[in-house]
């Protein structure tokens, strides 16, 4: 979703003008939306972006995190603190609890998108497949399958909002429920275009819907719909109850129901436990380099770090060189050969950029 709403939306105009922009006020509310793979996470980004310009809409993923390194620009949790005041929405694969501790709990709207499971799994290894063929890697359905969680949506969502889950409760269903309570909005991939006009509304977003998709490389997923549903029971009984159209003011949707004061505790609970800005740095710093390391980016930037260090947009460069030259240690012995000639390639070009650039400087 990152690379191609960034690459395909980029000389898009937009809408909303700079004036309108200004006059928002400061601390407006903002969206947090924890985007699941392949849930509708591009339509959403597409109309966000759209309403409040490209300085509002923070995309935090892996792609987000290795463009803004190369971009020079910082890291999310290094932004000023006016800067990320002027946000409208904080989205992304990447986004999960621990970027609520720097927001203004009174202002943020939970926002999370879940999807009939069967769909959903062949879009994804639609996806990876993509992906992982472009870089020489043919990739499975077996492959694809054992790699998997069951009831992915689930699993993603506990692992990143751990805080929202109810303690009295034990089973696994009830514990996403909790979680998912929390949230002021909760829409279906499959009703999204109605469930989110009251939304829209509200936000002072246009009534009608305007959908984006990326393209996929079609890759067959050769196991049946019920094998599928088999491994996904709890994510297929919330699409269920959460996939209907309800009567809403737009301040709140969630067929599951909203326990604001839940939300109102968990926020709390992680304001408290936020840490100092060196914990809040070295959790960053963690991120940023798994995701160089996922993207195959690691050689390119350790090069870079070396040759340039006052280029680099961290604030403690030497710091954050030493996670990533560890990180990239622990993964290269698991990385297959083709991946790592990749990386590989992807660093002698960066090298043969960086001549032309001295020659010509």
Same mark, same amino acid.
């Given at each position: 979703?990152?690379?191609?709403?960034?690459? &395909?939306?980029?000389?898009?105009? @937009?809408?909303?003008?700079?004036?309108?922009?200004?006059?928002?006020?400061?601390?407006?509310?903002?969206?947090?939306?924890?985007?699941?793979?392949?849930?509708?996470?591009?339509?959403?980004?597409?109309?966000?972006?759209?309403?409040?310009?490209?300085?509002?809409? @923070?995309?935090?993923?892996?792609?987000?995190?290795?463009?803004?390194?190369?971009?020079?620009?910082?890291?999310?949790?290094?932004?000023?603190?006016? *800067?990320?005041?002027?946000?409208?929405? $904080?989205?992304?694969? &990447?986004?999960?609890?621990?970027?609520?501790?720097?927001?203004?709990? *009174?202002?943020?709207?939970?926002?999370?998108?879940?999807?009939?499971?069967?769909?959903?799994?062949?879009?994804?290894?639609?996806?990876?497949?993509?992906?992982?063929?472009?870089? =020489?890697?043919? /990739?499975?359905?077996?492959?694809?399958?054992?790699?998997?969680?069951?009831?992915?949506?689930?699993?993603?969502?506990?692992?990143?909002?751990?805080?929202? $889950?109810?303690?009295?409760?034990?089973? +696994?269903?009830?514990?996403?429920?909790?979680?998912?309570?929390?949230?002021?909005?909760?829409?279906?991939? *499959?009703?999204?275009?109605?469930?989110?006009?009251?939304?829209?509304?509200?936000?002072?977003?246009?009534?009608?819907?305007?959908?984006?998709?990326?393209?996929?490389?079609?890759?067959?997923?050769?196991?049946? &719909?019920?094998?599928?549903?088999? +491994?996904? @029971? $709890?994510?297929?009984? $919330?699409?269920?109850?959460?996939?209907?159209?309800?009567?809403?003011? =737009?301040?709140?949707?969630?067929?599951?129901?909203?326990?604001?004061?839940?939300?109102?505790?968990?926020?709390?609970?992680?304001?408290?436990?936020?840490?100092?800005?060196?914990?809040?740095?070295?959790?960053?710093?963690?991120?940023?380099?798994?995701? /160089?390391? =996922?993207?195959?980016?690691?050689?390119?930037?350790?090069? +870079?770090?070396?040759? *340039?260090?006052?280029?680099?947009?961290?604030?403690?460069?030497?710091?954050? =060189?030493? +996670?990533? %030259?560890?990180?990239?240690?622990?993964?290269?012995?698991?990385?297959?050969?083709?991946? /790592?000639?990749?990386?590989?390639?992807?660093?002698?070009?960066?090298?043969?950029?960086?001549?032309? %650039?001295?020659?010509? &400087?």
């Amino acid at each position: 979703m990152e690379n191609a709403v960034q690459q &395909g939306l980029s000389d898009e105009t @937009m809408d909303r003008t700079s004036a309108d922009r200004a006059a928002e006020p400061e601390y407006a509310v903002k969206i947090v939306f924890p985007h699941i793979p392949k849930t509708g996470g591009t339509t959403l980004f597409y109309n966000f972006r759209k309403a409040f310009g490209d300085d509002r809409v @923070m995309i935090l993923g892996p792609n987000s995190r290795v463009t803004r390194f190369f971009a020079n620009q910082p890291q999310f949790e290094e932004l000023p603190a006016d *800067e990320i005041a002027r946000l409208r929405v $904080i989205m992304g694969h &990447g986004v999960d609890e621990e970027c609520l501790s720097v927001l203004d709990p *009174e202002k943020v709207k939970l926002l999370a998108v879940t999807r009939d499971p069967v769909p959903l799994t062949r879009s994804r290894y639609n996806q990876r497949y993509g992906v992982l063929n472009r870089r =020489g890697v043919e /990739l499975s359905t077996d492959q694809f399958l054992a790699a998997q969680p069951d009831d992915f949506v689930t699993s993603a969502l506990i692992d990143k909002f751990a805080t929202f $889950i109810d303690p009295t409760v034990r089973d +696994r269903q009830g514990q996403v429920e909790s979680l998912l309570c929390k949230f002021d909005y909760v829409f279906t991939t *499959e009703s999204m275009d109605q469930q989110v006009l009251a939304m829209f509304r509200t936000l002072g977003l246009p009534s009608k819907v305007e959908r984006r998709r990326v393209a996929e490389r079609k890759k067959r997923l050769v196991v049946d &719909g019920a094998t599928i549903r088999k +491994r996904n @029971m $709890i994510d297929l009984a $919330i699409f269920e109850k959460c996939n209907v159209i309800l009567e809403s003011d =737009g301040t709140t949707y969630n067929p599951l129901g909203h326990d604001a004061e839940g939300k109102r505790a968990a926020l709390t609970a992680l304001a408290e436990r936020a840490g100092t800005p060196a914990n809040r740095r070295r959790l960053c710093y963690a991120a940023l380099a798994r995701s /160089l390391c =996922g993207k195959l980016m690691a050689e390119v930037a350790l090069a +870079r770090i070396e040759s *340039e260090p006052d280029k680099i947009p961290v604030d403690d460069v030497e710091a954050f =060189g030493k +996670r990533l %030259a560890v990180e990239w240690s622990r993964r290269k012995s698991r990385i297959k050969p083709a991946l /790592l000639r990749h990386s590989a390639a992807k660093l002698a070009k960066w090298n043969v950029r960086k001549k032309a %650039a001295r020659r010509a &400087g």
